[in-house]
């Protein structure tokens, strides 16, 4: 049973930060491409960020480039998301999520989210 755990949400002023992670058990996670999705109350769950096995490349939802930075430490099986400049817009529920193939068909594994609240 894959485990993705998220931690580091909390209530913060607008234009400050906070550095989500999410601890997964799987032990072979250097072998997925992971990322971080967001909620809003009365939204459908949104794209926000996306990394690679390697973590050389990363992608973005236009709406936090430049300000959100997503990483990975293969060794600590561990996702990270530093969130700079944070807006009210931001509020959300952030959810950690692991994409790969399994006998050539894609599975996902999701955490159990972690709050973002961004006061004005």
């Known amino acids: 049973q894959v485990q993705l755990v998220e931690s580091g949400g909390s209530l913060v002023q607008a234009g400050g930060s906070l550095r989500l992670s999410c601890a997964v058990s799987?032990?072979?996670?250097?072998?997925?491409?992971a990322g971080w999705f967001r909620q809003a109350p009365g939204k459908e769950r949104e794209f926000v960020a996306a990394?690679?096995?390697?973590?050389?490349?990363?992608y973005y939802e236009d709406a936090v480039k430049g300000r959100f930075t997503i990483s990975r430490d293969n060794a600590k099986n561990t996702v990270y998301l530093q969130m700079n400049s944070l807006k009210p817009e931001d509020t959300a529920v952030y959810y950690c999520?692991?994409?790969?193939?399994?006998?050539?068909?894609?599975?996902?594994?999701w955490g159990q989210g972690t709050q973002v609240t961004v006061s004005s």
């Open positions: 999520n692991l994409h790969g193939t399994s006998w050539g068909l894609p599975i996902d594994y």
């Open positions: 799987e032990p072979a996670f250097s072998t997925y491409a």
């Open positions: 990394i690679i096995v390697s973590g050389s490349s990363a």
